[in-house]
């Protein structure tokens, strides 16, 4: 099939959702409904704004300490939001009330059990019939370590990376180890499952070891989305070992294509550079009927929380129609899709199902309708064979 | 005529997943892994206004002879992720998770309790279970770290720790005033700092105090010091006498613990794990149930339960024929791996000679021996003489209500909601509305207050 270079295919759309918003003072902007952030009604309410805008997935950002503008421990502020709910069980509690939207909680790799994370992202596929997905991250944070008391600061950002990698492989195996016909309930036998479908996936790896098989079979998608995001080579490596979807914060096309370009490279030293990977642009949005609203609401944001949002990292301002030619353009330098982060949820996101995904359908370059039921047929993934079942014969 | 006041009691429903008593081959047996199953079972647990739900956990696939167990249902979903999802589906039903003290750590632990607390606005309830083995802890990175003797500690220490975290937040601190820009009220939300034996933690607690404070907490172990966790923290246990004399004598003895750690009678629930076959009539009941036995346990089933007992390979043994005569091998079970049940059995000697003498007298066959002695239904009979049998034996202390394992998923309480549940209503023993909204309120608790935690030590 060949694809032709004036209809390139559809981007792909995803939205970060984190607290009221990426600005810290979104959650005092009218609608955030600050004192809902830890109800489940608030996260379901999102997550059915996100379906109605057809979006492939939504990101639960999530951490192990709590957030703080400081990388040595809690600031002690009181003016922004602080606390957050278990990304994985609030992806999990949205599940039932959503029918299409992908779920991808992030999970710090540095300090939790990839047994345990791999059966509940196995179980969060199973309970929304397809559409999980995970987002994993590191963290070098010495006051999150000491939340666990297993080992100390300072870690050396490729070994926190190779680890998230190790854990990774073991979630893969995992969810690997019931091969998709492992139960068989044969009364005549008296076998429930047949054990030569079971797996041991025996991982031995510098930080753990891991027997195996897992205690979930194995997830209606065979494995789930796995996704990391892209800053510097040590995350390059790891997205390209590990992830179907790399998340790239550049802040232009020159950066953009650097970045991609280096990802691909990395992909094709592991020997995986025939599967499909994802490289998605991370960018927060304002988005307003025109580029002096948003600027003048990011202004006014700004004078609230006190400092200007950080503007050297990846920020737009403007118009859906703005963004839509900038989303086209970052398109060209090697993207297939977004993960953006409203800068106000309560004002961004709903800008982005009303305003910014009508523009890009009419041009085009986005679906009308879900054309899936999992996440991996939203992102044109195929379900993978099983790696430890024998082929037929 | 006793003119005690009736005690209400306390019903509960164990999913039917992995365990030996589920008859999967029944054709009205379903999926005990998809949602579907979930979804059914809990609504037909809160339609018939069940205290809670309960998942068990097994943290490792059951193996024995050196193989992966086969024989039995297989496969159970992780426990928060299922019990968040079936909090969008249920409205006031309690969610009781098992989760493992060994092979967890108290701050992801905590954090997950909470968010469940939250997005099921207060029916989490954890049960906390100290399997420890190290057969298990090949899964984990830190491996079968723990001595079977440190299991406790690790537990006692691990709540403890929890309860630091749990309290870290009052639940007066978010004021979210987006007038004043003031989201906390105090920026010491979630400070704590906790030193044990078995963690040497500090730091900020992210998730802010939940409706309940703090789960529920349940244990299931029956060890001395399983009954002492229990009778120091625990809110209810899940216990596994369910017959007038042997649940009595546990009852009585957990309860009189109370008191040494400054409780009182009615701050922990006593819940027996129950099974039940139920009937048109109480005839045909006990015909059902003799034929649910067979099916639970088949010839190559009794072998493998004997070979629990007697740690040693039976398979040349013939389970129509008499039980062996070698005596069971002593120490740490070898034979059978990843299964709780084997701990019952603290005196395989003793146990093989109750079992041979019973065999002997009545002249059973290995199968026959294992259908009479193990897992016997709690209750078997019409819906009245299960709900009579149910009432005298909460009436007469021997438990204060019971957590119910059908035998078939998803569909086993069915018919238990829709004709044993109107009896004890009739009664007057049995909820016929939720007065509560939380677990806590379900189950007669009191909402813990959060106790202030000393403040960090800032020169560490
Ligand atoms: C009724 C009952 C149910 C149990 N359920 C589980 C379970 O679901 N998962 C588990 O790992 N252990 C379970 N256990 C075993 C516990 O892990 C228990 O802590 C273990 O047997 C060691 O404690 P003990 O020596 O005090 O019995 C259960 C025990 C009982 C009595």
């Known amino acids: ?393 | 005529m006793s003119s005690k006041p009736l005690k209400q009691i306390h019903l509960a429903a164990h999913f039917p997943g992995v365990n030996n008593t589920t008859v999967w081959s029944d054709p009205a047996a379903g999926s005990h892994i998809d949602f579907d199953s979930f979804i059914h079972f809990a609504q037909t647990a809160e339609r018939a206004k069940f205290d809670f739900l309960f998942l068990a956990e097994g943290l490792r696939l059951r193996e024995q002879g050196g193989e992966i167990y086969d024989l039995d249902v297989v496969g159970r979903p992780d426990t928060f992720t299922v019990l968040a999802a079936l909090a969008a589906v249920t409205e006031r039903l309690g969610l009781t998770g098992t989760i493992n003290s060994t092979f967890n750590e108290p701050y992801e632990v905590a954090r997950q309790f909470a968010t469940l607390d939250h997005l099921s606005q207060g029916r989490a309830a954890w049960n906390v279970v100290t399997s420890w083995d190290s057969f298990t802890g090949e899964n984990f990175r830190r491996g079968g770290f723990l001595p079977r003797e440190d299991r406790y500690s690790r537990a006692q220490e691990f709540l403890a720790t929890a309860n630091v975290l749990f309290d870290s937040w009052n639940g007066s601190e978010i004021a979210a005033d987006a007038g004043s820009g003031t989201f906390l009220r105090d920026a010491r939300a979630g400070a704590f700092a906790h030193r044990s034996r078995h963690f040497d933690i500090e730091g900020h607690f992210n998730v802010p105090r939940s409706p309940q404070g703090r789960p529920v907490i349940f244990q299931a172990g029956d060890s001395e010091e399983g009954r002492e966790f229990a009778a120091a923290g625990a809110d209810a246990i899940f216990g596994r006498y369910g017959t007038l004399d042997a649940g009595r004598e546990f009852y009585a003895d957990v309860k009189g613990r109370l008191a040494g750690h400054g409780r009182t009678h009615d701050q922990l629930k006593i819940l027996p794990a129950a099974t039940f076959v139920l009937g048109d009539t109480d005839a045909q009941a006990r015909e059902l149930a003799h034929e649910v036995r067979r099916l639970q346990v088949s010839g190559q089933t009794a072998i493998k339960y004997l070979e629990h007992v007697w740690n040693r390979d039976l398979s040349a043994y013939d389970p129509d024929g008499p039980l062996p005569e070698v005596d069971p091998l002593v120490g740490e079970n070898t034979i059978a791996l990843g299964r709780a049940s084997v701990r019952q059995f603290r005196d395989p000697l003793a146990t093989a000679r109750q079992w041979r003498e019973l065999a002997r007298a009545k002249s059973l066959s290995i199968r026959e021996l294992v259908i009479r002695t193990t897992a016997d239904q709690t209750f078997v009979g019409s819906a009245a003489t299960i709900a009579e049998s149910i009432n005298t034996l909460v009436q007469a202390d021997a438990a204060d209500g019971f957590i119910l394992v059908p035998h078939i998923t998803p569909g086993g309480l069915d018919g238990f909601a829709d004709s044993v549940v109107p009896l004890l209503q009739e009664r007057g023993v049995f909820r016929t509305e939720y007065e509560g909204t939380t677990l806590r309120d379900h189950l007669g608790l009191a909402t813990p207050a959060p106790v202030p935690a000393p403040a960090p030590d800032p020169a560490s």
């Open chain 1, 1 to 393: 099939m060949s694809v032709s270079s004036s209809s390139p295919a559809p981007l792909h759309l995803a939205v970060a959702l984190d607290g009221a918003g990426r600005h810290p003072a979104a959650w005092r902007e009218p609608g955030a409904r600050p004192a809902e952030l830890f109800t489940a009604r608030y996260w379901a309410g999102l997550a059915a704004e996100a379906e109605t805008g057809l979006l492939d997935f939504i990101t639960f950002e999530d951490g192990l300490a709590l957030q703080s503008s400081s990388p040595t421990g809690p600031d002690g502020r009181t003016d922004r939001v602080r606390g957050r709910l278990d990304a994985v069980l609030t992806a999990a509690r949205v599940a039932p009330l959503t029918r299409h939207i992908g779920l991808v909680p992030a999970v710090t790799a540095t300090h939790t059990e990839p047994f345990h994370i791999s059966k509940a992202i196995a179980t969060l596929d199973h309970v929304s019939r397809g559409r999980a997905g995970l987002r994993i991250q590191v963290s070098e944070l010495d006051h999150e370590a000491r939340h666990f008391g297993r080992r100390t600061a300072p870690f050396a950002d490729g070994e926190l990376y190779a680890e998230a990698a190790d854990h990774v492989e073991v979630i893969r195996r995992l969810w690997d180890s019931w091969e998709d016909d492992a139960e068989i309930r044969d009364v005549a036998t008296g076998r429930f499952v047949d054990r030569e479908k079971l797996h041991h996936i025996d991982f031995e790896g510098r930080h753990f070891s891991v027997r195996g098989p897992s205690i979930t079979p194995r997830p209606p998608q065979g494995q789930p989305v796995v996704s990391a995001a892209g800053d510097g080579e040590a995350s390059y490596a790891l997205i390209a070992r590990s992830a179907e979807v790399g998340y790239v914060a550049a802040r232009d096309g020159d950066g953009t294509r650097a970045a991609v370009a280096a990802i691909r490279r990395a992909r094709e030293a592991t020997g995986l550079a025939a599967d499909p990977l994802h490289l998605f642009g991370d960018l927060t949005v304002f988005l307003d009927a025109d580029a002096p609203a948003a600027a003048a609401r990011l202004e006014r944001l700004d004078a609230l929380a006190g400092v200007p949002y950080a503007r050297d990292g990846a920020v737009f301002t403007g118009s859906p129609g703005q963004l839509a030619d900038l989303l086209l353009e970052r398109r060209a330098a090697g993207l297939s899709g977004f993960l953006l982060r409203p800068g106000v949820i309560a004002h961004d996101l709903p800008a982005l199902t009303r305003g910014l995904v009508p523009e890009l359908q009419r041009r085009g370059a986005f679906r009308q309708e879900y054309e899936a039921d999992t996440l991996r047929g939203l992102l044109g993934l195929d379900r993978p064979a099983n790696r430890y079942a024998r082929p037929a014969a």
